[in-house]
């Protein structure tokens, strides 16, 4: 079974400034993906971002990037220039692929952006 | 159309009542979620429809009845529940046809805040 663990519950960040969101996973598959959802109070879950475990290339969003190491399964988020909007909770998934499963989520960060 | 569009948004019920969330995507999407989520937590799978059948039902009580009436449609109804029922329910959808890779990317709708009193 996948496990997903996100090992920081609260983060704090000054507005404008770098933040990175932890994140390890568990799994037996050499074939995956891995996401970052947001939820902010509005509660909808949206995609921040997307990695195949096949490209060794980190992906890029924007203001928000991945640290993305196979081999010590570790998956971080980067954002950059952090603004109020940003303020949510963060959440690391997993998906073996080749059905529909539903993804495994760790516990979640809650960003706290400073004005 | 890239939305997953969920009614309702608020839900008060009591513990005795009958009542029902509905979920809607026309992405073309295959197959369809609910989830349960609990202030501050991850959200939790209940059911999972492929292709119109439920695929997997993560052991959820027979007080929640999901039914898939169409690969558009997810509809969840709810019959003598708890007040520890009471949390957000997600509804989301997932493209899984056609020879695309499936890569498990879940579009969430905006979700229905149910309360049990």
């Known amino acids: 079974a996948q496990t997903v663990t996100q090992s920081q519950p609260e983060m704090s960040v000054q507005e404008a400034e770098t933040v990175t969101l932890s994140c390890t996973y568990d799994?037996?598959?050499?074939?995956?993906?891995l996401f970052w959802y947001k939820q902010p109070p509005s509660r909808q879950m949206i995609l921040v971002i997307r990695?195949?475990?096949?490209?060794?290339q980190n992906a890029t969003e924007n203001r928000f990037s991945v640290n993305f190491q196979k081999a010590a399964k570790s998956f971080s988020l980067k954002i950059s220039d952090s603004q109020l909007g940003d303020a949510a909770m963060y959440f690391c998934?997993?998906?073996?692929?080749?059905?529909?499963?539903?993804?495994?989520f760790g516990k979640g960060t809650h960003l706290i952006i400073q004005p | 159309d890239t939305e997953v569009t969920q009614t309702p948004k608020h839900l008060v019920m009591g513990m005795t009542n009958k009542k029902s969330l509905k979920c809607e995507q026309h992405?073309?999407?295959?197959?369809m979620y609910w989830y349960k989520q609990k202030a501050k937590k991850p959200p939790e799978l209940m059911f999972v429809?492929?292709?119109?059948?439920?695929?997997i039902n993560e052991s959820v009580p027979s007080r929640f009845s999901p039914e898939c009436p169409n690969s558009s449609l997810l509809n969840l109804h709810l019959h003598a529940l708890q007040p520890e029922d009471s949390a957000l329910y997600l509804c989301?959808?997932?493209?899984?046809?056609?020879?695309?890779?499936?890569?498990?990317?879940?579009?969430f709708g905006e979700g229905s805040r149910l309360t049990v009193l």
């Open positions: 989301a959808s997932s493209q899984t046809a056609g020879g695309l890779v499936d890569t498990g990317e879940l579009f």
């Open positions: 799994t037996s598959e050499s074939d995956y993906y």
């Open positions: 990695q195949e475990a096949y490209k060794q």
């Open positions: 998934a997993h998906h073996s692929g080749g059905g529909a499963d539903g993804l495994t």
């Open positions: 992405m073309g999407h295959r197959a």
């Open positions: 429809y492929s292709y119109e059948k439920l695929s």
